[in-house]
Every structure is written in structure tokens, then in C-alpha cells.
């Protein structure tokens, strides 16, 4: 009888980039809608009932494709709603005067494009669109429906956030390597840049902010003063007014500030994330006329899923996790009586990259910012980032550190964290952190233009062995092809080793498993992030190597059937019964044969898709797709598929 499969349940439903349209409808009513996103249904809108809270729900047509809803805007002058989506950079139209034509796919704003950045609309009511990879810019005429595509608008960056003035006037502001704003003629594209660049994304005293004032002119304030924009020229000016309401801010995922409905209605979410992640479930709408009471509404939308990011064995015994945007925790019994979402906590809203336990707690690191959160599961929820809170945020350790891809503990009690940086930047960062007294310590560029992906404490050596990937912070681009490892001295806090074991072409060890005669495993290859930055996708590699003697003892390629890494790649090596080592691809569970890279495949439904545009989760548009790896507790293997918790009973050793 083959393995077995079965499915826990759907551990979160909560959404991101959650959005609040406040305006009217054609009869100058109040009209309240806000745009949703999640990975199981796609992005979707809501036209909330401002007496009760009622949410009428719209759903994308290609909820595969049409996941996020980051680029979003609603017209000031038609009140109509326009998103552009990822992963498919594609313009939606959503018209609360005629909700009957539901959610309207425009079409892709460029055929490169996969992510919407920012949406302005000029006086002639023409819809202006930045979107990523390649700062692309496009003009669509509600009128006629053409789209005018006038491709990259500069060559060393990803993204292009516009904004318009009421005199005409378009400029834009550039992220994320080469952060600067331009302005642009949209008669042709041609664009130049204004105001000074930012040098160094660390230094708080550079600055850039790009807005549309009160007077509905355009306005850029920098660390070398403040220019108003006049078509394509700009003029010194002492002061500036304050960011006009409605409309999309160039420096925050947000309205500049958000505009008052009819009747002085002022709507606001309660206890929602960065970009608009969790539940928000509590609105609150005050008035601008003191006399009138505020409402406090409680909403009925329904979410579908969203993406497991990292499954983890707990302190209890029991599986901890987060999801992908927003960032939630989870909890799950191992035989799949509880699947439950115990909400926030985290301030980084992103998702949860790596797991450790400390003293019967777990902790989580994650995205953006490389937080590091602490959960007591013997102890009641009250989030916080105070002592007795439980989750505790501890925050950031440092300006670099972005996406914690590794965590582990030592003996001595600290946690060590490897972390990609920030966005724009090279080089990530190796931390330390005592949870005891809240001492760190970080250090960058262990070796040049390298991140450390993956960690595993070597007791014998009592030395971390660190694997090192060639990520960079999303929007730049990889340097070099060339991965390493390298192996730390804990006590003296130092790297005492590095190489790349005489392997060729070494792609990133993206995960390490340790063997009970103390050699180690490795999985090599490219995940979806790296490939995002001009990786090659390559066939994953498993190797084996004594970490002592810094020998490669064996390698061999996966098959090709068993497809690419999955996502990418973190944990997929995990220690079962007897010790031995299995593994995970993006499509199969396989069996690592003790003292050798020969592998069995135990389980495999789906065949490997041909290569899809989409940039990210290439694999979970397949039903049985290996998305993330969890631990193997008993002889259970657990993973998710997008959303849903898995769990593999492994057949026995022969």
C-alpha cells in the first residue's frame, strides 16, 4: 500500500495588503470598500455596509494568478476602484456603482511586469501604473481601454511608484538599490531625475518625500530641501503644504492620508499589521462633527487561506508556524484535531523564516526586519513587546538584517540568526542574541556579496556550520554565482573556516541535516527568491561532508522527476527514525540511503509544471505540490501544499 497523505486543515485565514477605499457613489452617497488579499481565492473587495458592517464580497476572476492586491487606488473623481495585482501585474477595475460587473481584469500592465507598486491619476483621467521587476510604466485610458506601455523607465532598478498633480504634473519615486524620484512627461515617458539620490539605505539622515499638498501640486521634500514640481521643472520653496487625503503615498504602502466621506466619515481599522496584514475585523468610524457618535462595526468577510511559511516542532511537543502575509501564528496537534490560528506575534508582518526552542519556548524570527518573537505555550495570549508579554516582539537587532532565513540555539543558551538584508542592499548578517539579558551582537559580510542561509551546531566541534547563499536584499540583483560554507566559533565569536568543499558550481545549502556519526547533509540549489535576482534554476544537489576534517565524502543530483526546490528550499532535510535522513523537492519526499547521496522516492503525486512567469510559489499551482517542510515527529512527516497542513506516515524501515 502506498504512503498516506493527510490533511490537518487550513491553520490561517487572515489576509494582507488590506486596504480602506473611503469615497461615494455617483449619487453622492458615502461608499466604503477595501481591497483584500490572500493566497487560497485570491485578492478580493469588499463593499462594507457602514450602518452594520456587512461586507458584500468580490472575488478576482484568476485567483491563481491574481493573488495580492499591493498597487490600489480609488479615483477621487469617478470613485471608481483600480488594482493591480501580483503575481500577474495585471490592471482590475472595481466600480461601486455598478457592483454587478463585479471585480473587471483589465489586462497585464506590461508583459514583464508581475507586481503592482503604485497607481495616480492625472487630470485628463488617465490611470498612470508603476509596477516590478524593472520599474515599468504604463498609462491606461478608461475611455478607449488602451493600455500605453512605455516598458522600463530606468535600467538599475525594480520599482516605480507615480503620483500626479492637479496641473498635469507626473513624477515618481525609484526603489530600491538607486532610491530617487524623477519626473516624467506623459506625453512620451521621457523622464529626469530631481532632488538628490539616497546613498546609503541605513542612514536615517537621507531622506525622500515625494507627495501631492493640499493645493493638489506636487511636492518633494529631501535632506537637501524642499522643491514643488512644475511639469518638468521644479522651484525651491522654504515650506510645503501637508499631504493631500486619497491619495496613494509614494513612501508607505498606504493613502498619503485617508479622505472623509460624505456625511464626515472618517473609517479606520483597529489593531491591523504593516501592509495591512491580520484580521481586521474591527472598524471604527468616527465623524468630523463631534455632535454625532462614532460606530464601532464588526465585519463579515470570509477569507480562504493563506500560505504556510514555516512548520515547526514545539517546546510542548505539539506544531508551531506562521503563514505568508500576513504573518500568524498557528498551532496543530500532531494528529490533526486542532488546527488554530493564535494571531499576532509578531510587529514584522510579513512571515516567519526559522524556529528555535529555548526552556520550553519557541522562538520565531521574521520578516521584514529580522524580528525575533518568544511564545510561552504553557502561558494565556497577550501579545506585546514588553517582559510578561506572551508572544514578546524583542524587535530588531540592527539596521541590515531583513529576511531570517536560519535560527537556531546553542547550549550556552543564545540563538543565532543568518539573515538576507534589507531591500537594495548585498551582504547579510550573522546574529547572536541571549534571550536571557537581551545582549546581541550582529556581523555582516561573512564572506563578500553572501548571506547566510542555513545554520546546524556541530556538538562535537561545538562550532556552527553555516551555509552561505548568494541572496541579496529583494530589488538588487546577485553578484556572483558562487555559494559557500563556513564554520563559527561560538565561544570566541569568530568564523574559524570557509570554502566550498572543492565543489563546482555550488548552489546554495539551503538546508543541512546532521548524521549520527557526525557527517552532515546538504540540499544545494536555487529557490524561488534567489531566481528572483538572476539565479539560474538549476537541479537541486545533495551532498554529504565531514564538517571536521572539511572533506566532501559524496554528491549526487536529485532526479529530474522529483522537480525543483520547493519555495525555497529551508528545512527541507529532516532526521527520522534511526537516524536516518529524509528530504523533500518541491514535488517528492525522498529517503536518503545512510552513508551515501543515493536517494528513494517514498512519495510523489504530481509530476513537475512547466515553468510558470509567476515569481514566487512555483509549486503550490499543483494539488500535491511540497511548498514547505515541517519536522518528522514518530514516523509522520509533515509539510504543506500552499495552505494546507500535511502529514505523510512513512512506511518502515526494510
Not at 495588503?17 to 469615497?23: A, E, F, K
Request: with cysteine; glycine share 12%; aromatic share 8%.
Amino acid at each position: 500500500m502506498p504512503p498516506q497523505v493527510r490533511d490537518l486543515g487550513i491553520p490561517v485565514k487572515a489576509v494582507s495588503w488590506t486596504r480602506l477605499h473611503p469615497g461615494q457613489t455617483i449619487d453622492g452617497k458615502a461608499s466604503l470598500l477595501a481591497s483584500m488579499s490572500q493566497n487560497n481565492g485570491g485578492f478580493f473587495v469588499v463593499d462594507i455596509d457602514i450602518e452594520t458592517g456587512h461586507c458584500t464580497q468580490f472575488h478576482t476572476e484568476h485567483p491563481k494568478q491574481s493573488t495580492f492586491s499591493p498597487g490600489a487606488f480609488r479615483s477621487l473623481t469617478t470613485g471608481i476602484l483600480y488594482v493591480c495585482s501580483a503575481w500577474d501585474g495585471h490592471l482590475h477595475r472595481f466600480d461601486a456603482n455598478h457592483p454587478e460587473r463585479g471585480i473587471e481584469d483589465l489586462g497585464s500592465v506590461d508583459d514583464d511586469a508581475t507586481f503592482g507598486n503604485g497607481i495616480a491619476e492625472t487630470p485628463d483621467g488617465m490611470i498612470w501604473i508603476g509596477s516590478c521587476p524593472g520599474a515599468f510604466l504604463t498609462k491606461y485610458d478608461p475611455t478607449t481601454g488602451e493600455m500605453t506601455k512605455f516598458g522600463r523607465i530606468v535600467n538599475d532598478d525594480n520599482y516605480l511608484y507615480p503620483v500626479a498633480g492637479i496641473d498635469g504634473s507626473l513624477a515618481a519615486q525609484i526603489k530600491a538599490t538607486h532610491q530617487r524620484v524623477i519626473v516624467i512627461d506623459p506625453a512620451n515617458g521621457a523622464h529626469r531625475q530631481i532632488g538628490p539620490s539616497i546613498t546609503d539605505t541605513t542612514d536615517a539622515s537621507q531622506s525622500l518625500q515625494l507627495y501631492r499638498g493640499t493645493d493638489d501640486l506636487l511636492y518633494l521634500k529631501s535632506h537637501e530641501g524642499t522643491m514643488r514640481i512644475e511639469g518638468m521643472e521644479t522651484v525651491d520653496v522654504q515650506n510645503a503644504p501637508e499631504p493631500r487625503t486619497g491619495i496613494p503615498a509614494t513612501y508607505k504602502h498606504d493613502y498619503q492620508a485617508p479622505a472623509e466621506m460624505p456625511g464626515g466619515w472618517n473609517p479606520m481599522f483597529t489593531g491591523i499589521g504593516i501592509n495591512g496584514t491580520g484580521e481586521p475585523r474591527e472598524l471604527h468610524l468616527a465623524n468630523s462633527n463631534p455632535e454625532i457618535a462614532a460606530r464601532d462595526l464588526k465585519l463579515d468577510w470570509v477569507g480562504g487561506g493563506n500560505n504556510i511559511h514555516v512548520i515547526a516542532l514545539g517546546p510542548d511537543g505539539d506544531l508551531y508556524g506562521s503563514s505568508y502575509l500576513p504573518n500568524r501564528l498557528f498551532h496543530a496537534t500532531p494528529d490533526g484535531s486542532v488546527a488554530e490560528d493564535l494571531g499576532i506575534h509578531s510587529y514584522a508582518g510579513g512571515q516567519a523564516y526559522s524556529t528555535a526552542n529555548i526552556d520550553g519556548k519557541l522562538y520565531l524570527a521574521s520578516y521584514p526586519g529580522s524580528h525575533i518573537s518568544v511564545y510561552d505555550p504553557t502561558k494565556p495570549i497577550h501579545y506585546g513587546e514588553k517582559p510578561g508579554d506572551n508572544p514578546r516582539d524583542f524587535g530588531r537587532f540592527d539596521k541590515v538584517s531583513f529576511r531570517p532565513n536560519a535560527l537556531i540555539s546553542t547550549p550556552d543558551g543564545k540563538l543565532w540568526m543568518g539573515s538576507a538584508p534589507d531591500y537594495g542592499l548585498h551582504e547579510g548578517t550573522l546574529v547572536w542574541m541571549n534571550p536571557q539579558t537581551g545582549e546581541s551582537q550582529s556581523h555582516r559580510a561573512l564572506l563578500p556579496d553572501t548571506s547566510p542561509v542555513s545554520l546546524l551546531h556541530l556538538p562535537k566541534l561545538n562550532q556552527i556550520l553555516i551555509g552561505l547563499s548568494i541572496e541579496a536584499g529583494t530589488g538588487s540583483k546577485v553578484r556572483h554565482l558562487d555559494a559557500s560554507f563556513a564554520l563559527w566559533d561560538p565561544i570566541k565569536d569568530e568564523m574559524v573556516w570557509s570554502g566550498n568543499l572543492g565543489i563546482e558550481d555550488l548552489a546554495d545549502p539551503v538546508a543541512l541535516a546532521p548524521t549520527t556519526d557526525g557527517l552532515v547533509y546538504a540540499l544545494l540549489g536555487f529557490g524561488d527568491q534567489i531566481q528572483s535576482q538572476g539565479a539560474p534554476a538549476v537541479r537541486p544537489r545533495l551532498i554529504l561532508f565531514d564538517p571536521a576534517k572539511r572533506e566532501l565524502i559524496a554528491q549526487a543530483w536529485l532526479p529530474e522527476e522529483y522537480g525543483p526546490l520547493g519555495w525555497q528550499g529551508h528545512h527541507a532535510l529532516q532526521v527520522g527514525p534511526q537516524g536516518v535522513v529524509y528530504g523533500a523537492s518541491g514535488y517528492c519526499i525522498f529517503r536518503i540511503k545512510p552513508g551515501t547521496c543515493d536517494v528513494e522516492r517514498v512519495w510523489q503525486n504530481d509530476e513537475p509544471p512547466p515553468p510558470r512567469k509567476d515569481p514566487v510559489w512555483l509549486t503550490h499551482s499543483t494539488p500535491d505540490a511540497i511548498d514547505c517542510v515541517g519536522p518528522i515527529i514518530g514516523d509522520q512527516f509533515y509539510f504543506s501544499t500552499g495552505w494546507r497542513l500535511r502529514a505523510l506516515t512513512l512506511p518502515a524501515e526494510q
